[in-house]
């Protein structure tokens, strides 16, 4: 009945508004602009403002021609308020409509009805809905812009057919979906079409579409979607005669790269972040490619070499991010810009000296190249930016490298560079970034040249980790541009030079001989920027008043919260939670008295949700389990509403085993007797339905708990990843589940199925999960992900209500890293021996360079209960990663704001308004994962009494500075090995970790960590 009313209503008001004059339903239209920040349109659009023939006199953006609007031009004006289309139905010689980049909301409703309409543009705007039937109305249809409105979705309804005029699209960053071929099999001779940052789903295969628009579309985009499949799979494919432009980026596409060989006109190709395999197609860099200009093929999974690129019309080759190996390319034609990073490339870097001089951008960092740089190539006069970092490069910095005279950028850092430092470099003329870091230079500071300089143009100098030394010269207060110096790690004495600009926001200038007076300017950064090290160096704290010489900020790693605080709060929360607990028993009490009187149908479960709840089936089992707090000490709300609060934050999110008593349940009650009293309502089963919006009144408010024990069915898709799961929805909405862990982002389950295989189901709290496409687009790409070391994602489900989101995995049998580091005793658990300690750090490593090198992702969430170690050779995998690639920023601020508190989250991330993870955040957290192994304890517990120091991090750090590292080490280590042979390793080892929790721009890329670590444990092996 209500949508019969709407429908009348619509009717009406159609009726009525087509009675207006086109100046009259202008001004209807103007009634829902809210805000005008121009004042062009509420003002101009005046009632009285009339010519003789009816039109609209002088009105902004309306053109009218004998009493009829033929155009309303109110592009990028920002406007807000409501675009009523049923209002201006009636301007039947309307043409153009172009009202791009405001804030106009509403529907596109009546679309259909501009009959005379050429000009379509509403992008950049706030429109929702679908997009109605009666496009094929619009056979004057030229150009169709509907691109930037998020909220515009649903499947395309057909009638583009009908346009046959129709030249321009653009959908792109909407929400449109349904099968890609079900709209481009309508499209005809169109030019130009752009559906990319959608959800179209489906093979991409135009052999199907009609001939006029293969052979008459000149630009294609449909990145950003969920495209499957092989490209241009369909035999017979026409010819694309005037395709230029092929963008089919950040998709799932897989299978091969085709030649290309039928499109004679391509000029750019991008199939960037995809699964394509095999072997890099020669003729695409060859002559035979006669107009390409741009190729990007990274971020996917293409091996073999790249051989000579001949082309004479290609400049920016982008094949970063895969799987090439061999010898860098010969020559490569007129190429302005090379990537091939993150690759296996190796042999001689001299070959670049071959490569011509249209060469502006060379990126080679990531691979295993050799050799020294070519000291003779002088064509290298358009080069701006040179980065072949974490490579395996000897000898000296040639002289030539600072003539270059457009060279901005240079990255040579994580090398085996040595000798001295071209004078040169630091007066180059457009020079701005130099990083030589991580290498072994020698020598001082060559600026006696920037005394007689006259624009120095530096702005950021890496040059920690090398053997640097002597005096500091005056000539450095010369560098007027500086925002980022980092000494560190070197030899330098002497004082630090008065004058440093103010410019400065990194300074760092730790491991090294420095004495005196730490200039007043330079007192604001961290303690880290002068310590370790320089311990005849005074820091000045004459900007902090008494009050905060008592309270002391941790400034060693840029937190501000002070320690006092830190260390109460950390004392608070362990005091709520205890209370918490004590409040949990005296409800679970009253609960087991409750059930105690009622019999149950069903023997050691019942159902306790009412008849009301059709999408949930909670049921109570007679276990003990283990709740995750991976995130936050104060629980968030769960589905599991009678289950026990967590026993620690520290413990893995996984239960032990798949038999009947897992490892974990067997030693609860040792661990905490006091909130593992083995009652019914202290864990729980779920019956895998939905999972869960039930809340406490719910259960309390069922009159009759045992007439609710029928599992639903559940009305969502259900996808996988992994053939080898034999898995339906059916299937999962009547696994019985026993919750075993809670985190800010929602539940974690245990799951048996029928067959007896054992799941783990992360249920994610309502508001958590991104929307549907993106959320898609993201996991399909996780699940694809394999590492031997990694609990890779087998399925998700998606669910018709916004509680609906679950991710599935294996089930993992293993106890977490920080059971074995501090609850081992306990437990019964083996000690973790130096051996077990090393092959775990080269497990973690090995699938962190794996994710960070080929996948070109970080795991995002890294501490010790997300390292999981399997017996009996305790191989690690790690859980839960890269899950902020799946929910919405508020819910990534909160996991990063706990793991903040626990002590893995970088010092930088203090500054930001909205810190995410990086790969640099990555290493940071794995650096102090090291030292948890390296000490025995976990971070986020106090380890120390001393003043100012709470986290593992400042600990360790205190120690190290004052030459007492030895100290730091796990005393059981030293215990069970020779003492000699124990230290040489840990020390190793240290040093890799404290480079790890370096300044972040000094941190070494994961590639480069898993070879020293492994560098050490073959050391030690031989």
Not at 391 to 400: A, C, D, E, S
Not at 920 to 947: A, N, Q, R, W
Request: aromatic share 6%; glycine share 8%.
């Amino acid at each position: 009945m209500q949508i019969i009313c709407s429908m009348i209503l619509l009717l009406v008001m159609t009726i009525s508004v087509s009675g207006f004059s086109d100046f009259e339903a202008l001004l209807e239209l103007k009634k829902g602009f809210q805000s005008d920040p121009s004042g062009k349109v509420l003002a101009s659009w005046d009632a009285k403002a009339l010519s003789s023939d009816g039109c609209p006199l002088n009105w902004y953006g309306v053109t009218c021609s004998s009493g009829d609007v033929t155009s309303i031009d109110l592009n990028g004006l920002g406007l807000l308020g409501n675009f009523s289309f049923p209002v201006i139905v009636g301007l039947r010689m309307l043409q153009n409509l172009s009202i791009s980049d405001n804030q106009f909301a509403g529907t596109l409703s009546n679309i259909g009805s501009f009959k005379s309409l050429k000009y379509l543009d509403v992008s950049g705007n706030l429109f929702r809905g679908s997009l109605p039937s009666g496009i094929e109305n619009l056979r004057n249809l030229e150009f169709v812009n509907l691109s930037g409105n998020n909220n515009l979705g649903g499947v395309i309804p057909p009638g583009f057919g009908s346009l046959e005029k129709l030249e321009y699209l653009d959908l792109q960053g909407n929400s449109f979906s349904g099968e890609v071929m079900s709209l481009f099999s309508q499209l005809n001779g169109v030019e130009y079409v752009d559906i990319s940052r959608n959800n179209f789903s489906g093979s991409l295969d135009l052999g199907l579409a009609k001939s006029s628009f293969v052979s008459s579309i000149r630009y294609l985009n449909v990145s950003g979607n969920s495209l499957v499949g092989e490209l241009f799979a369909h035999d017979g494919i026409p010819f694309f005669d005037s395709l230029e432009v092929f963008d089919a980026s950040s998709n799932q596409l897989s299978g091969s790269v085709p030649v290309f060989s039928f499109v004679v006109s391509l000029k750019i190709l991008r199939l960037q972040d995809n699964q394509l395999l095999g072997s890099l197609p020669p003729g695409l860099l060859q002559e035979s490619s006669t107009v390409l200009t741009e190729l990007d093929l990274s971020l996917n999974q293409l091996e073999g070499p790249v051989g000579s690129i001949t082309s004479s019309t290609l400049e920016k080759l982008n094949l970063s991010s895969n799987r090439l190996s061999g010898s860098l390319p010969l020559k490569v034609g007129h190429c302005a810009i090379i990537d091939l990073s993150n690759n296996k490339i190796s042999g001689n870097l001299s070959r670049i000296q071959n490569w011509g001089d249209s060469v502006e951008i060379i990126r080679l960092s990531s691979n295993s190249l050799t050799g020294t740089l070519p000291g003779q190539t002088s064509q290298f006069l358009r080069l701006t930016s040179l980065e072949v970092a974490n490579n395996l490069l000897r000898g000296v910095l040639p002289f030539i490298l600072g003539t270059y005279p457009e060279l901005k950028e240079i990255d040579l850092s994580h090398n085996q560079l040595s000798g001295f430092l071209p004078s040169n470099l630091f007066v180059s003329a457009k020079l701005m970034d130099l990083n030589l870091s991580y290498n072994n230079f020698s020598g001082s500071l060559p600026l006696q040249d920037a005394s007689t300089a006259g624009n120095l143009s530096l702005t950021n100098i890496g040059l920690s980790h090398n053997s640097l030394g002597g005096v500091l010269s005056e000539e450095l207060t010369r560098f007027r541009n500086l925002v980022s110096l980092d000494l560190s790690y070197n030899n330098f004495e002497g004082e630090i030079p008065n004058g440093l600009p103010d410019s400065l926001q990194v300074f760092i200038v730790s491991a090294n001989n420095l004495s005196g007076n730490v200039p007043e300017n330079l007192g604001r950064f961290p303690d880290s920027a002068f310590h370790p090290g320089n311990a005849l160096l005074n820091v000045p704290i004459s900007s902090e008043t008494p009050k905060d010489k008592a309270n002391i900020t941790l400034r060693k790693h840029g937190y501000h919260m002070k320690s006092s605080v830190k260390a109460a709060l950390i004392i608070g929360l362990a005091v709520g939670a205890a209370l918490l607990a004590l409040v949990c028993a005296m409800v679970h009490f009253m609960l087991r008295k409750q059930h105690d009187e009622e019999k149950s149908d069903v023997t050691g479960e019942k159902s306790i949700i009412p008849k009301n709840e059709p999408s949930t089936s909670i049921v109570i089992a007679e276990k003990n389990s283990v709740h995750e707090n991976e995130c936050s000490s104060s629980t968030t709300s769960t589905p599991s509403i009678k289950a026990k609060l967590p026993v620690s934050s520290r413990f893995s999110q996984y239960t032990d085993s798949e038999n009947s008593s897992s490892f974990l349940k067997e030693h609860t009650e040792e661990l905490h007797p006091e909130s593992t009293q083995k009652d019914e309502s202290l864990s729980s089963k779920v019956s895998l339905v939905s999972s869960a919006t039930s809340s406490l009144s719910n259960i309390q408010n069922s009159p009759n708990p045992r007439s609710q024990q029928t599992s639903v069915k559940l009305d969502g898709n259900l996808y996988i990843f992994d053939s080898s799961l034999k898995l339906t929805a059916e299937e999962l909405s009547c696994a019985p589940a026993e919750a075993i862990g809670r985190s800010c982002h929602g539940t974690l389950y245990r799951a048996v199925l029928n067959s007896g295989y054992v799941l783990a189901v992360k249920w994610l709290r309502e508001g958590t999960a991104k929307g549907k496409k993106e959320f898609a687009r993201e996991i399909k790409k996780l699940g694809n992900i394999k590492h031997p070391n990694l609990v890779s994602l087998q399925a998700y489900y998606w669910g018709p209500k916004e509680h609906e989101k679950l991710i599935i995995s294996r089930y993992m049998d293993a106890p977490c890293l920080a059971f074995y580091l501090q609850e081992a005793g306990l437990l019964n658990l083996p000690p973790l021996l130096l051996e077990n300690r090393l092959k775990v750090t080269l497990d973690i490593a090995s699938c962190l360079s794996y994710l960070h090198n080929e996948e070109a992702i970080p795991h995002g969430n890294l501490k010790s209960t997300n390292v999981l170690l399997k017996p009996p050779e305790l191989t690690a995998y790690l859980t839960d990663y890269s899950l902020h690639r799946l929910i919405t920023p508020e819910a990534t601020s909160e996991q990063v704001l706990n793991a903040t508190a626990l002590g893995y989250c970088p010092p930088e991330f203090a500054s930001l308004s909205k810190p995410y993870p990086s790969l640099k955040s990555d290493v940071y957290s794995f650096g102090v994962i090291l030292l948890e192994l390296l000490t025995g304890k976990v971070s986020g517990d106090i380890v120390c009494s001393d003043p100012g120091v709470v986290e593992l991090t400042e600990w360790v750090l205190l120690l190290v500075g004052q030459n007492r590292a030895a100290q730091c080490f796990d005393p059981s280590i030293i215990e069970s090995q020779s003492s000699r042979s124990a230290s040489g390793v840990l020390t190793d080892v240290l040093q890799v970790a404290l480079s790890c929790i370096s300044p972040a721009p000094e941190r070494p890329d994961m590639k480069l960590v898993y070879q020293e670590l492994s560098r050490i444990v073959l050391k030690r092996t031989n």
